[in-house]
C-alpha cells in the first residue's frame, strides 16, 4: 500500500491510501478513502469492546451460576439434614410408641385377667351369697367394716348387697378405661406427655380399684365364714346344754389330706361353703326340737316335777308345765315335725302330739279343739288347736310335755334355751 496523489478540493489537500497487490504481470490496487480506515477502525474498536463485555459477561455469569447452585446445593444439605433429623424423631417416637402401647396392652390383658378372676369368683360367691340368705342369719360377734351390718329381716337384696362388692361397676371401670386408653394413648402417633400420664393414672386408679375390691371380697368372706361358724357354733353349744344331741356330736375322722390350692381365695371359698352347711345344719336342728312357745306371753301356772294333785289333793308328779290362758287361746307347735295324735286320750283329754325326730315328742293337753291330723307336717309356729278344759282338768289351760323316748322331761330347758336361740333363727 502506497501514499497516493493528493488531490485538492476548493483548495484543501485530501490524503488517500492506496493498496496495490502483484503478482507476476497482474497488479491490482484499492484506494482506500479516510473515512473507510476510520469506519473499519471504529468497527474494530466495537468488536472489541463488544467482545470483552461478553467475555466479562460470561465470567460473570459463570460466577452467578456457581453462587446459585452453591446456595441451592447449601439449601438442599440443610433440608435433607432437616428430613433426617425429622426421621430419626419419628422412628425415636414410633419405637416409643411401639413400646409405651406393648406396655399398655401387657398391662391391659393384666387387667382383662384381673377382671375376669373378680368375676369368675362373683359367680361362685353369688351361690354362696344365695345360700346364706338360704340360711337366713346375722352376723352377732364380727361386723364387716366396709358393709352395713346384715339383717334377717332385710330384704335378701339388700343382704347381698351388703356383703358382696359390685363387679358390674368393675366392668363399667374397664370398659370405659379400655376405650379412654385406645382412643387417647395406643395410636401410632406422637402420644403427648399428659396423655401418657393420664393412662398411667387411669391404669392406677383401676389397679387400686380391683385391689380393693378384692381386700373388701376378702373381708366380707372372713367376716360370713366367721360368723356362720361362731353362729353354728353357738347354737349346737346351746342345744348341747338343753340335752340335744347335734351333728357336731357325731364322731368323724380320716387321714389328713390338705386341700389347700394356691390361690387363697378358693380356699376361703371352700371354707365359707363348710361355714354355711355346719350353719344350715345347726339352724335346720334347732328349727325341729322343741324350743318354741306354745302360748306366747302366757304365764306358766304350774311347773314340771312334784306339786299337789289338784283333785287328790296330794303329792304327784307333774310331767309337764301348765301355761294360763283363756278359753280359745291359739295353740302354736313348739317345733317343726309329723302330727303322731290328735284327739281325746285319758286324762289329757283333747290332745295333739308332735313327733320331732331323734326321740324328741311334744304334747299340747285339755284343748277345746285341734286344728290337725295324724300324719300332717307342720312347722314351729302353726296354730295346732285351742285352749280349753278338756279331761282332767280344773279349768283353762295348756298342759305341754316335752318327752325323750317317751320320757317326760322338763320343757322349761326348751323354752330357755329358745329365748336364747331367737335371734339366732
Request: glycine share 8%; aromatic share 6%.
Amino acid at each position: 500500500m502506497s501514499e497516493g496523489p493528493v488531490s485538492r478540493v476548493f483548495g484543501k489537500r485530501k490524503k488517500q491510501h492506496t493498496i496495490i497487490l502483484a503478482s507476476g504481470d497482474n497488479i491490482r490496487h484499492w484506494t482506500i478513502r479516510p473515512w473507510v480506515f476510520g469506519l473499519a477502525a471504529s468497527f474494530l474498536v466495537v468488536m472489541a469492546i463488544g467482545y470483552l463485555m461478553a467475555t466479562t459477561y460470561l465470567v460473570l455469569r459463570d460466577d452467578l451460576i456457581g453462587a446459585a447452585m452453591a446456595r441451592q446445593a447449601r439449601i438442599q444439605h440443610a433440608y435433607e439434614d432437616r428430613i433426617a433429623t425429622l426421621r430419626s424423631q419419628v422412628d425415636s417416637i414410633t419405637s416409643r410408641q411401639l413400646l409405651d402401647q406393648q406396655m399398655m396392652e401387657g398391662r391391659m390383658a393384666e387387667l382383662m385377667q384381673q377382671q375376669a378372676r373378680l368375676t369368675t369368683r362373683h359367680g361362685r360367691l353369688g351361690l354362696l351369697l344365695e345360700k346364706a340368705d338360704v340360711v337366713d342369719f346375722r352376723p352377732t360377734h364380727i361386723p364387716i367394716p366396709t358393709a352395713k351390718p346384715l339383717d334377717r329381716h332385710a330384704p335378701a337384696e339388700e343382704r347381698r348387697a351388703a356383703i358382696r362388692p359390685v363387679i358390674t361397676q368393675a366392668d363399667e371401670t374397664v370398659a370405659a378405661a379400655s376405650l379412654d386408653l385406645r382412643s387417647g394413648g395406643l395410636a401410632y402417633a406422637p402420644t403427648t406427655a399428659p396423655k401418657r400420664d393420664k393412662t398411667n393414672r387411669i391404669f392406677e386408679d383401676l389397679l387400686t380399684s380391683l385391689h380393693t375390691m378384692e381386700q373388701e371380697q376378702a373381708e366380707h368372706i372372713y367376716s360370713l365364714t366367721s360368723n356362720a361358724f361362731q353362729t353354728a357354733d353357738t347354737i349346737n353349744s346351746i342345744l348341747r346344754k338343753t340335752g340335744i344331741p347335734t351333728d357336731a356330736d357325731t364322731g368323724i375322722g380320716g387321714p389328713f389330706v390338705s386341700s389347700d390350692s394356691p390361690g387363697g381365695f378358693e380356699s376361703s371359698l371352700d371354707e365359707l361353703g363348710t361355714a354355711l352347711d355346719r350353719l344350715e345344719k345347726a339352724r335346720s336342728k334347732a328349727l325341729k326340737m322343741p324350743v318354741g312357745h306354745p302360748a306366747p306371753n302366757h304365764a306358766i301356772s304350774s311347773n314340771f316335777g312334784k306339786r299337789r294333785d289338784p283333785f287328790l289333793k296330794r303329792v304327784a308328779h307333774h310331767a309337764g308345765i301348765d301355761f294360763k290362758t283363756r278359753y280359745g287361746q291359739p295353740i302354736l307347735a313348739t317345733g317343726a315335725g309329723v302330727v303322731k295324735r290328735a284327739g281325746r286320750k285319758g286324762g289329757y283329754g283333747k290332745m295333739v302330739e308332735i313327733d320331732h325326730g331323734d326321740g324328741f315328742t311334744t304334747r299340747y293337753a285339755h284343748l277345746s279343739r285341734t286344728h290337725v291330723k295324724v300324719g300332717q307336717s307342720v312347722k314351729t309356729g302353726t296354730k295346732i288347736g285351742a285352749a280349753g278344759s278338756t279331761g282332767r282338768s280344773t279349768g283353762p289351760h295348756l298342759h305341754y310335755e316335752v318327752r325323750y323316748h317317751d320320757k317326760a322331761i322338763n320343757p322349761k330347758r326348751f323354752l330357755n334355751a329358745g329365748k336364747k336361740l331367737e335371734p339366732l333363727l
